[in-house]
């Protein structure tokens, strides 16, 4: 690994090559190499400068997708690949200002995960701060302002408390030689993203001052445990016991929060081989081959079910690497890492694909509840599964793991196919009156089967194979029978090639706009219903005279928005009545009622018209404090 440190650039950079590289120094030392070569190509062919933030995010991510599958057949190429990344955030005061930004965003969305699910922290910790640094110097400059001026009253504190655990372990029956005792105020791109997430000023984060003992072996960090909550105040809510329940990425330590005084500190309490563990990760056990917990590395595998759709990965990203952790039982004993938030049915999927999707009701701590219960560290969850598999497309974004989000939405593309391939069918025999079987014939014989589902998305689609079928009936004379016409009622658009009256909605379900809809024809009249009505799916199952239908593209672009509204009267009326002048169409709305502050959170979901979206939202920031404004369309998905 040193000598591919040493070699990195070697044939980038020089007239070298891989080829010389393995001459001289071996295949294993060419094979490092040549990863780390890729990766740079494939940084350089993808990662782009954008004014976009997003843009970049999203080049950074398909970079991070690359690079971790370049990389799945040795992790050695991400370790020696993060040293690098470190060396390059200390030079990079020497480049100019737009480039030091981008590579810091980089550094942050796509290595400082990495460091973290490898179990660096030492390089995690330096990857985040200098990429801080550089992203919001203001607020850098502010925590470093706050600790510079507090940091002697801080270690004034720190001693005096780490003094009177000294005098307790010794009290106990620990000698000197037993422990050792380090201390450190919180690094700061991790104060600012405490803030960020509490909503909290920096006076009010908990564990702004930390101690950590490390001692020669398990036992001894319970009898140390025992010996603190016996002599101070524990806030039982943030104790975590992660040497019981390690995380994914190999960490074991135990996690306390002690009252001292007027103070609060956290005490990590961990033996050396963990200590190596924390701060070395999956790199500590080629070195010291201490027979701890390794770093588990399915995270890498599961990158490859993401390398085709970039959103996906980009998911998974920003839901498993960024997120905190929680550990949870099932019946027999086994212990899941999931991110905080996670509901019983992300334990479904994550037990196994199939309990996901063939879930029925969940029991936690032998309590019936429901699937989308937010699961709290160390429950015991147990799930009952049905005999027919469940689609929950709704649910997509009610669940917390790329998993279950990847294995909903893959069900849920799969239903719709379906779903789509007998409306394309039934559209087709209501058109030239004739059978299924017929239809399915000529769509053989045609080769149409391929395209078949993507009849209810494109006119041109529907016209070009009726145009195609319409000479598989022998009299010319008929022809003008199956040109399909387009019949607009408000704000659905109907293609038929009989005479639809007027449209209509079934009592079993309200498709909002937006939402696929399917249209059966029943004596004259389009009855539009939910593309996921159990009823519809009934319907088309039957067989019955279908329609192709969709909604009028008008413009409109639907937002979900996030703004704070003073808490007094009329606050909300003078919100709405905004809206309505600027012409937006609220869906819903919500206030968030638990708040007894000065202010409100109002979450609204609305469509605002294409040609005034940007003036309206100057306006709407200028008359109220908007805390997000984001658009509900999935790009990726636009049909």
């Not at 943030?238 to 103070?263: E, S, V």
Request: charged share 25%; hydrophobic share 40%.
């Amino acid at each position: 690994m040193v000598i591919a440190a040493i070699l990195h650039d070697v044939v980038e950079d020089t007239p070298r090559t891989l080829e010389n590289v393995h001459e001289l120094f071996g295949q294993d030392v060419a094979d490092l190499v040549n990863g780390l070569t890729k990766i740079d190509k494939i940084r350089e062919e993808n990662l782009i400068p954008s004014t976009k933030t997003d843009e970049k995010l999203i080049k950074s991510a398909l970079t991070f997708q690359k690079m971790l599958i370049a990389s799945i057949n040795d992790i050695r190429i991400l370790v020696i690949k993060l040293c690098d990344r470190v060396h390059n955030m200390y030079t990079l005061y020497a480049l100019p200002v737009e480039k030091q930004k981008r590579i810091a965003e980089e550094t942050l969305v796509v290595y400082a995960p990495i460091a973290h699910r490898l179990g660096i922290s030492k390089i995690k910790n330096i990857l985040e701060d200098r990429s801080f640094f550089y992203i919001f110097p203001h607020d850098y400059a502010k925590i470093e302002r706050y600790l510079t001026d507090n940091r002697q009253s801080q270690r004034l504190k720190l001693n005096d408390f780490i003094s009177r655990l000294v005098d307790l372990l010794h009290q106990n029956g620990f000698q000197e030689e037993d422990y050792v005792i380090q201390s450190r105020v919180k690094h700061h791109y991790s104060i600012y993203a405490k803030m960020q997430k509490k909503g909290v000023s920096i006076d009010e984060i908990l564990d702004l001052l930390a101690v950590r003992i490390i001692t020669d072996n398990v036992m001894e960090c319970y009898k140390i445990l025992g010996v603190l909550h016996t002599h101070f105040r524990p806030l039982v809510a943030r104790f975590k016991d992660y040497i019981a329940l390690p995380k994914d990425n190999g960490y074991q330590t135990i996690h306390t929060t002690l009252f001292d005084r007027d103070f609060i500190f956290e005490v990590q309490i961990r033996t050396q081989a963990m200590q190596q563990t924390a701060e070395l990760g999956v790199a500590a056990h080629w070195k010291y081959k201490s027979g701890g917990l390794e770093p588990k590395l399915e995270w890498l595998q599961a990158i490859q079910h993401h390398s085709d759709n970039i959103e996906d990965f980009y998911e998974l990203a920003k839901n498993d690497l960024f997120s905190e952790e929680i550990a949870v039982y099932s019946p027999q004993g086994d212990v899941y890492t999931l991110p905080s938030g996670a509901t019983a049915l992300d334990f479904a999927y994550a037990v196994h694909t199939h309990i996901g999707s063939h879930a029925k009701i969940a029991y936690i701590n032998k309590e019936r509840r429901p699937l989308l219960t937010e699961l709290k560290n160390g429950d015991m969850v147990r799930i009952e599964v049905g005999e027919q598999e469940i689609i929950r497309c709704t649910w997509q974004n009610a669940v917390k793991t790329s998993r279950a989000r990847h294995h909903i939405k893959t069900e849920c593309a799969h239903k719709i196919k379906e779903i789509d391939k007998k409306t394309s069918v039934n559209i087709l025999t209501h058109i030239f009156k004739t059978s299924k079987r017929e239809v399915l014939s000529w769509i053989e014989e045609e080769n149409l089967g391929e395209s078949l589902y993507k009849i209810p998305y494109k006119n041109n689609l529907l016209h070009e194979v009726v145009t195609r079928l319409k000479g598989r009936k022998r009299r010319a004379l008929t022809f003008n029978r199956y040109t399909v016409k387009k019949y607009h009622f408000l704000n659905i658009d109907i293609y038929a090639n009989t005479h639809v009256s007027e449209t209509g909605f079934d009592y079993c379900c309200h498709p909002k706009q937006g939402d696929e809809i399917v249209a059966f024809y029943k004596k004259g009249k389009a009855i539009i219903h939910h593309k996921m009505c159990e009823n519809a799916h009934k319907e088309i199952d039957a067989n019955l005279p279908m329609l192709k239908a969709e909604w009028e593209h008008r413009g409109i672009n639907t937002f979900k928005l996030v703004v704070t509204l003073e808490n007094k009267q009329g606050a909300l009326a003078n919100f709405v009545t905004f809206l309505a002048k600027e012409n937006v169409n609220i869906i819903s709305i919500q206030i968030d009622s638990s708040n007894v502050d000065l202010t409100r959170y109002c979450e609204v979901e609305a469509e605002f018209p294409q040609k005034s979206i940007n003036k309206t939202r100057i306006k709407l920031e200028k008359l109220f404090k908007v805390i997000d404004f984001v658009s509900t369309v999935d790009a990726y998905n636009v049909k």
